[in-house]
């Protein structure tokens, strides 16, 4: 019977390791055959077009095909340096440019909320209408709720800026104690084992709870990529504009698109810090913080800086 045991799980093993190498090789392949037909996963003008791209989004050949992109962007900067510092600087660059840019959807949230409490205690209105010409004229409470994507724009779209910037809080217990080389170790870990598997999870989860909510019949994470093309013959759009109000905020797929677009981003910014870490293991505590666009709030308030 232990021998039974030891064997199948050898044989169980040997066959994930095939599996997992299979999938690797498959992945230029399936990339060279997704971007010499487009037609088969961008037209969506044919509905089996849509139902194959949400298939191809959260499946298992697509995470091989970044995977293995990975692996050969890794092999290829662990033998030119400078084209790892080249990824690190435009991973970051993309994370500080859209974080700075949505961080502005903070003060907008503040300006509007200032506008509800005036426009409800001051000229006692129900409804506001903004624009030119053919105005955007809601209730007052669907306003209200609007202040919630704001914010969700600020935690989803600012959260790979923010950790550029050394903005998240960090409870430390170890880490400050130990040698350059070590925290290198431990960051090049973290970036392995938390966040590229947390990015992978919600990109999984959130891809199908996205499209479930804008079209139907309802894909599934279980669905074989035969079994969304036969549902495609009865699809059609259903975009989610329902509110928890009668008079609420209605565009609450907002979140669902926001949800996917955290996961994508945190990913990327896990190669950028797994890149950085390695470079500043390997080139020594001179390189830390080697080109780091960091912000700052002038002259003479730097011990403040990092923690805005």
């Known amino acids: 019977m ?52 949400v298939y191809y989004g959260g499946s298992v ?62 000229f006692t209105r129900a409804d506001m209408a903004f624009g030119f010409g053919i105005p955007l004229s809601k209730d007052i409470s669907w306003y209200s709720e609007e202040l919630k994507l704001y914010n969700a724009m600020v935690v989803c779209l600012c959260c790979t800026y923010t950790f550029v910037q050394g903005g998240h809080v960090r409870v430390d217990l170890i880490y400050a104690g130990i040698s350059h ?55 059609r759009w259903n975009v989610e504009t329902i509110g928890f109000s009668p008079n609420g905020f209605n565009g609450y797929f907002l979140f669902k698109i926001l949800l996917v677009a955290f996961a994508a981003m945190v990913f990327l910014h896990a190669i950028a810090f797994l890149y950085r870490s390695y470079l500043e293991y390997v080139e020594g505590p001179e390189s830390t913080g080697k080109y780091l666009d960091k912000d700052s709030l002038g002259e003479g308030e730097e011990a403040y800086e990092g923690a805005h």
């Not at 037909?37 to 791209?53: E, G, T, V, Y």
């Not at 870990?189 to 709870?209: E, N, Q």
């Not at 599934?220 to 699809?235: E, H, I």
């Open 61 to 122: 050949e697509f995470f091989f095909v970044v995977f293995t992109f990975f692996l050969v962007l890794t092999a290829i900067g662990v033998y030119y340096r400078n084209f790892m510092w080249a990824i690190v600087r435009g991973l970051e660059g993309f994370a500080n440019t859209t974080g700075r840019f949505f961080a502005w959807a903070g003060l907008l949230m503040v300006i509007q909320q200032i506008i509800i409490v005036f426009m409800q205690r001051i």
């Open 181 to 235: 080389r070590a925290k290198r170790v431990i960051d090049m870990l973290g970036s392995l084992l938390f966040m590229m598997p947390m990015a992978v999870l919600t990109w999984m989860y959130g891809w199908y709870f996205m499209w479930r909510h804008l079209i139907v019949p309802k894909p599934s994470a279980s669905d074989t990529l035969d079994r969304l093309v036969a549902k495609s013959r009865a699809l």
């Open 2 to 53: 232990q021998d039974e045991n030891g064997i199948s799980f050898f044989g169980a093993l040997w066959n994930g390791l095939v599996w997992f190498i299979q999938n690797i090789a498959e992945a230029f392949y399936n990339f060279g055959y997704a971007i010499t037909h487009p037609q088969l996963w961008l037209d969506w003008s044919d509905k089996a077009s849509i139902m194959r791209f």
